[in-house]
């Protein structure tokens, strides 16, 4: 049998309408993937517009035909069949009734129809939806737990935490991260700074403008920027890191070798990240008043007069309060990213959507914690 | 059988400084079940990923049916691929398709035909494979020998002339793997598919292999060719014994 290749002349058909309804599909030619559209699709028509009661088909002049011919054939054969007629081959060489052989219309025609789906109501759906938060609500809890249990243990047995990990992942996670939170607090610092110079000039208060940012800054703005830009960079990271070894069955391996993935992949990112976030924080907080100071150079302020204000708005307790923020802000990055990693489910886009969830959930915990947090120190008074 | 398909000439691969092999020629006829052996890590995969066009080769060429795939650039080189099958030794079937999606998609991409034909294409050539009712799973609801026959069916969507098959049988149990040996037995004599197959499964090797060639880690080449039966039985070569009798140092010399 030679093969030929895609650049083939395509196969040509005749039909002949003999007499008693019968219907002759004369093929020559080539039947391959690339060849047989043609035919096939003239075939189909000249069926459905003459509708034979019988179908001959003459392959007595086909040179060549591999499954893709042999799937045009059944394909008639079933339309044939469907429409009640009868059908009939002709003058097939004995390889290319071989190859017809392999498959059995029958079998094919059943494959058509797919099992009918249900549909589930809206009941249904609120149910499952109800079922599904609830066992969500319950795996986050358990894996709080975990960790906290992980985490007091590893107190307990310093020598036990894995410390070589610990400070990869705050180099990773922190002085690899200096720069680009350098930067966003940098240009937050001078918008803010700037968009809020405009209003305050109409009072002739433009000097505290260095108030409402360094309050601003200490309090809120310093701890959230660094957070998110944190989480989007490192909480997404352990999520593929983790997502990445589940695929893999590297974690299942962990558990077989009876070690809790836990205290071995989430305690370690867990502290670099308690003990990173803050110090990120307090760089972003200096980079955030220098991009103040530049626009208040532009107002004509002096540096002595923009730090001298400066001293007089802040408090050790602003400071202080905004980076007490972040040790539970690099709980939740280091507990989500690693949570989302450690579910993720099989397949090619299990690892992104793991990445993804880490990133969105991360936020939304860190805003409700910031708010949780606005109130407490509120009544406190902070 | 004696008209040549696949010429490899004076082919070396390396990554690097690293030369994995060194310097082999060898012809593969059309029609035939080639098979490609060796111990672990003397570069069976290389020598099949750059058959398929995935690397080039340091040195030598590879004419696939005459032309030279390492060369071969644009529409040139699609002519080529379009001529060849390959199933991974993974499947690495398309996790975010169902099967069907999966072997439909050369033919969608390739041919004019219309959804209906393709449809029906792929559904055969499923049933040829034998997984006629699992058209509609996701790959990852596939056994390991369901993962390999599929991505064999994806291999053939095309009708190629030359279906690469990397370690078809390995990680499959022995009735599994005897049923992929028939198929390709099947395949081979219905279709006139030319085979080239990498692995190590000695049974596989007796059933299928109309020929073979064994690769060696030290010399980074050829160490055996021919028929394996006859090699098993009169080859003097050590490592050439060991591999087909299964056998240790310790075991041959006593």
């Given at each position: 049998m030679t093969k030929p290749h895609s650049?083939?002349?395509?196969?040509?058909?005749?039909?002949?309408?003999?007499?008693?309804?019968?219907?002759?599909?004369?093929?020559?030619?080539?039947?391959?993937?690339?060849?047989?559209?043609?035919?096939?699709?003239?075939?189909?028509?000249?069926?459905?517009?003459?509708?034979?009661?019988?179908?001959?088909?003459?392959?007595?002049?086909?040179d060549y035909c591999d499954t893709t011919g042999i799937a045009f054939f059944t394909n008639l054969q079933i339309r044939q069949e469907q429409s009640g007629g009868t059908y009939k081959v002709e003058g097939l060489s004995d390889e290319i009734n071989k190859l017809y052989k392999l498959f059995d219309p029958e079998e094919l025609k059943q494959t058509g129809e797919s099992d009918s789906t249900h549909t589930e109501s809206k009941i249904e759906t609120a149910g499952r939806l109800g079922v599904e938060a609830w066992e969500e609500l319950q795996i986050n809890i358990i894996f709080t737990g975990r960790v906290t249990v992980a985490l007091f243990k590893a107190m307990l047995r310093p020598d036990k935490i894995r410390w070589r990990d610990v400070f990869i992942t705050s180099e990773k996670f922190g002085a690899n991260a200096l720069f680009i939170i350098a930067l966003v607090n940098f240009l937050v610092g001078l918008v803010i700074a700037f968009q809020s110079a405009v209003p305050m000039k109409q009072y002739g208060a433009q000097i505290f403008v260095a108030d409402l940012l360094v309050i601003a800054y200490f309090k809120e703005l310093g701890p959230l920027m660094t957070a998110f830009v944190v989480n989007g960079r490192s909480g997404s990271a352990f999520a593929a890191e983790l997502g990445t070894m589940k695929v893999n069955e590297e974690l299942d391996a962990l558990d077989?070798?009876?070690?809790?993935?836990?205290?071995?992949?989430?305690?370690?990112?867990?502290?670099?990240?308690?003990?990173?976030?803050?110090?990120?924080?307090?760089?972003?907080?200096?980079?955030?008043?220098?991009?103040?100071?530049?626009?208040?150079?532009?107002?004509?302020?002096?540096?002595?007069?923009?730090?001298?204000?400066?001293?007089?708005?802040?408090?050790?307790?602003?400071?202080?309060?905004?980076?007490?923020?972040?040790?539970?802000?690099?709980?939740?990055?280091?507990?989500?990213?690693?949570l989302a990693g450690m579910r993720a489910a099989k397949g090619p886009s299990a690892v992104g959507d793991a990445a993804t969830k880490a990133v969105v959930v991360g936020i939304v915990l860190m805003i409700l914690v910031d708010g949780i947090f606005g109130v407490v120190y509120y009544i406190l008074g902070v | 059988m004696s008209e040549t398909i696949i010429n490899?000439?004076?082919?070396?691969?390396?990554?690097?400084?690293?030369?994995?092999?060194?310097?082999?020629?060898?012809?593969?006829?059309?029609?035939?079940?080639?098979?490609?052996?060796?111990?672990?890590?003397?570069?069976?995969?290389?020598?099949?990923?750059?058959?398929?066009g995935l690397y080039r080769p340091a040195n030598g060429s590879i004419l696939i049916e005459g032309d030279d795939i390492a060369k071969a650039e644009g529409q040139e080189r699609i002519e080529i691929l379009?001529?060849?099958?390959?199933?991974?030794?993974?499947?690495?079937?398309?996790?975010?398709?169902?099967?069907?999606?999966?072997?439909?998609?050369?033919?969608?991409?390739?041919?004019?035909?219309?959804?209906?034909?393709?449809?029906?294409?792929?559904?055969?050539?499923?049933?040829?494979?034998?997984?006629?009712?699992?058209?509609?799973?996701?790959?990852?609801?596939?056994?390991?020998?369901?993962?390999?026959?599929?991505?064999?069916?994806?291999?053939?969507?095309?009708?190629?002339?030359?279906?690469?098959?990397?370690e078809p049988s390995a990680g499959l149990d022995p009735i599994t793997s005897a049923e992929l040996d028939q198929l390709i037995i099947q395949l081979s004599k219905s279709l006139g598919?030319?085979?080239?197959?990498?692995?190590?499964?000695?049974?596989?090797?007796?059933?299928?292999?109309?020929?073979?060639?064994?690769?060696d880690k030290d010399t980074k080449g050829i160490i055996a060719s021919g028929d394996p039966k006859y090699l098993r039985d009169n080859s003097e070569i050590p490592i050439v014994q060991k591999f087909f009798k299964r056998q240790t140092d310790e075991q041959l010399d006593s």
């Open positions: 650049t083939t002349s395509p196969p040509s058909l005749e039909t002949v309408i003999e007499d008693n309804n019968t219907l002759r599909l004369k093929i020559k030619g080539s039947l391959n993937a690339y060849t047989t559209a043609k035919v096939w699709e003239n075939s189909l028509l000249a069926l459905k517009t003459t509708k034979p009661s019988q179908l001959i088909l003459d392959g007595s002049e086909i077989t070798m009876g070690l809790d993935p836990v205290p071995f992949l989430v305690v370690p990112k867990v502290i670099a990240s308690v003990i990173m976030l803050p110090i990120l924080t307090v760089f972003g907080n200096l980079f955030g008043l220098l991009g103040g100071l530049v626009v208040m150079f532009s107002l004509g302020f002096t540096f002595n007069t923009y730090l001298n204000q400066l001293t007089i708005a802040a408090t050790y307790g602003m400071l202080l309060s905004g980076l007490f923020k972040t040790l539970f802000f690099a709980v939740i990055i280091a507990g989500v990213g690693c | 490899v000439k004076d082919f070396t691969a390396a990554y690097g400084e690293n030369v994995i092999i060194d310097n082999i020629t060898f012809d593969v006829y059309k029609g035939e079940k080639f098979v490609i052996l060796g111990g672990s890590g003397c570069g069976k995969t290389t020598l099949l990923k750059h058959m398929i379009k001529s060849i099958g390959v199933a991974y030794q993974s499947g690495a079937l398309f996790g975010s398709m169902t099967v069907l999606e999966n072997v439909m998609l050369p033919l969608e991409e390739y041919t004019d035909l219309n959804k209906d034909s393709i449809d029906l294409i792929a559904r055969m050539k499923l049933n040829l494979v034998g997984l006629t009712g699992s058209e509609e799973k996701s790959p990852s609801e596939l056994s390991g020998g369901m993962i390999k026959r599929a991505a064999l069916a994806r291999a053939m969507a095309l009708d190629p002339d030359i279906l690469f098959l990397d598919v030319t085979f080239v197959i990498v692995t190590h499964e000695l049974n596989s090797i007796y059933n299928i292999a109309d020929r073979v060639i064994m690769l």
